[in-house]
């Protein structure tokens, strides 16, 4: 199934153009140098000193740049707002940067807008806007922006309904390795979605998502392998793929990874293993009645040791390492220990005899 809804967030700011600094050669060695290796590129100060999250600093040397229209630096700034990076968060304002820089031709300011449309953030949700922006952010290249548009042709309602156009623009993101775009383009290839069926090839662009940790191109992998369908069964790898995704908490690998653990297929079997990850499922809400038979004959105590296992996971259950014991105190005797109350010689001076009330004293 196609992911419709997908969008990819906007995670590291990438310029499109560097803030223009002079660089004139100081020396004849480096004016042979431009020469010989070309003009250096200049050095974007504001850009550097955002990676290294000195904000402040960064939104200091963007500003005059971006007051005179630089694309690049507007873009910047408007990721400082919408992130509330050294300063405080503001929606409103970054979407108004993004505008600034996205009329400069900058895509990805272009993109960042069309995402802001798209949910309503800092500006008026706009579908149809976000469409619109998204196709110029994907006309100038940027492969998010291509993927966001294969979408949304799938969806025919703010583009034109074409599964060809949409394969065409997802094949492009899936060939830049963005995983999503390689997963749902195996997907097209294997229903025979807008391109011709292609279950080999198919299978390859979702094994391609799956090494980039796409939990759901893993456990499609890895369906694939137990099923043998463009490519060949392998039963023991469909196992180590459910596995991989079985710990990263998806509850639907968590199930399937038990089942195999529970008859030993591709992977050698363990009851209480399987119990574990059967707990963990359940845990997500996803209850299997067909894993509970497999599971029907394990041992009480094997039982309760997969479910406090599951309780604490991925952490181990708690173990006492040592037994605490309250030591011995044994006395040995010394020069100078005290004299036993025996000793007539140190005994107190005579008094009232035992249970015999002491006189009473003035005070």
Do not use: C
């Not at 010989?36 to 600093?57: E, H, K, N, S, W």
């Not at 708690?318 to 005994?347: F, K, R, Y």
Request: charged share 20%; no cysteine; aromatic share 8%.
């Amino acid at each position: 199934m196609i992911a419709r809804t997908l969008l990819i967030a906007l995670i590291a700011l990438a310029p499109s153009a560097v803030i223009a600094q002079d660089e004139a050669p100081s020396s004849p060695a480096e004016a042979i140098s431009d020469q010989i290796f070309g003009p250096r590129v200049p050095t974007d100060f504001a850009f550097g000193a955002f990676q290294r999250g000195y904000f402040l600093t960064a939104l200091e040397l963007a500003l005059p740049r971006a007051e005179q229209g630089d694309p690049s630096a507007q873009t910047l700034i408007a990721e400082l707002y919408a992130k509330g990076l050294g300063v405080a968060q503001n929606d409103q304002r970054a979407a108004g940067w993004y505008q600034l820089a996205a009329d400069g031709g900058d895509r990805l300011a272009t993109f960042a807008l069309a995402l802001a449309y798209e949910d309503g953030i800092g500006v008026p949700k706009n579908r149809a806007r976000a469409a619109d922006l998204f196709g110029k952010a994907a006309e100038a290249g940027y492969v998010p922006a291509k993927y966001n548009m294969a979408l949304l042709h799938v969806e025919g309602v703010y583009a034109s309904p074409s599964l060809v156009t949409a394969a065409t623009l997802m094949k492009e993101a899936a060939d830049a390795e963005l995983p999503e775009a390689q997963y749902d383009y195996g997907t097209m290839l294997i229903e025979g979605a807008g391109v011709a069926p292609d279950p080999a090839e198919g299978a390859r662009y979702i094994g391609l998502a799956a090494e980039q940790n796409l939990i759901p191109a893993q456990i499609d992998y890895a369906t694939l392998l137990y099923l043998g369908q463009g490519l060949d069964k392998d039963v023991a790898l469909a196992a180590t793929w459910y596995g991989r995704a079985a710990e990263a908490g998806n509850a639907v690998a968590q199930n399937r990874y038990a089942k195999l653990l529970a008859v030993g297929e591709g992977v050698t079997l363990n009851l209480e293993d399987a119990a574990m990850w059967r707990a963990l499922a359940r845990r997500q809400g996803l209850s299997d009645p067909s894993l509970d038979r497999l599971l029907v004959s394990i041992p009480d105590e094997e039982l309760a040791s997969a479910e406090e296992r599951a309780r604490f996971w991925p952490s181990t259950p708690p173990q006492i390492e040592t037994v605490l014991e309250i030591p011995t105190v044994t006395t040995t005797p010394e020069a100078d220990a005290l004299p036993a109350p025996t000793d007539a010689g140190e005994a107190p001076a005579a008094g009232p005899a035992a249970g015999t009330p002491a006189e009473p004293q003035d005070p």
